[in-house]
């Protein structure tokens, strides 16, 4: 791979040293391991701290465009970062390994839960925590797409008629139950449409 | 018990769930828990293989674990036909959205000035945030009603949304907060 030599070259002409990358494609499934085992609610707060903060992978700069790429890629956002930084620095072996040390352990626990859950949901208490977390795994979700909103208003579209593709979106889905792929298909499409023209 | 849980899906059905997965695994933007209203209807408006209360604490569940929330994903399929079902539900989540990122994240580096690259991006995040919207809705449908437990999940799920908001909190401390809360029979 030729990316993490570019990647030198540009930060040594900006005068700034070369931060270390990941040793190994092993180095990769390590890191994404234990920064998913921290990740309650989520990984992306915890991979911001470790990857930019902590290890240097990558700038803050890097790592926002990185996540604006994952969330335009359809696919879970964190999963598609940590493929385009594995790639990046060790080909696809890189982003398989990434992506795999993100899952593998995560995955087996979430599965142990489940089957636990079933024996023991006849358990007041057990089902009643469960409820609140999911309680409140709603608000994190609402919580994220309120701070989402914000950039509504830089919208090339215009924030009134952006808010209303949301607002169209969230009426097809919620109450006229109509599948994603219409949505996509007919209110994407459009939207992707109008930004063009309006795109110089 | 097992058994009883797991609804005995015929290979036509397998066939049929990790198709529909492979599908919405392509409309993922903005991520997988964006599809979540469409998994919802397939597995329990359409085929009824699992509850509405099921499918919520599924989610519930793989945010509650450690690691990414796409972990939801094998949950479901989980309860809707056990390890194989895991595996359908999984993989066909996975394998279209990460063969498209590998050649995408290639192709769009070298154009992501270009006018078509912005419009898409452009176009796309207000449905990512009506989608975003729509899921919260969904999630927090089966705890909201009039009864005392219904006030508690909407003051839980208020107090969520502004704590996040408003502070730096780990999401960590409000999944516990929930939990303690629901095991005491408030929410």
Known sequence: MTAPVDEAGERASEGVAAPPGPMSPADLFFTFNRLALQGFGGVLAVAQRELVERKGWLSREEFVEMLALSQVLPGPNIVNLALMLGDRFFGVKGALSAVGGMLAVPL?????LTAAYAEFSRLAIVSGALRGMGAVAAG???ATAIRLMTTLGSNRLGRPLAAAFAILTFVTIVWLRWPLLWVVAGLGATAVAIAYARTP | MSAMLHPALSNADLLGLFAHFLVLSLLAIGGAITTAPDMHR???DEHHWISDAQFSASIAI?????GPNVLFVAVIGWNVAGPIGALATMVGTLLPSTALTLVA???GQRRRDTRFVRAFKTGLTPLTIGLLIAT???LARPYVDFSVQGAGAIALIVVSIVLMLRTRVSPMWLVAL??????????
């Open chain 2, 136 to 138: 919260g809705w969904l």
């Open chain 2, 105 to 107: 994240t290639r192709w």
């Open chain 2, 42 to 44: 397939y597995v329990v």
């Open chain 1, 140 to 142: 994190l979700i609402m």
């Open chain 2, 178 to 187: 929930g939990a303690v809360v629901g095991a005491l029979g408030w929410a």
């Open chain 1, 108 to 112: 087996v626990i979430v599965l142990v």
């Open chain 2, 62 to 66: 793989a945010q509650a674990a450690p």
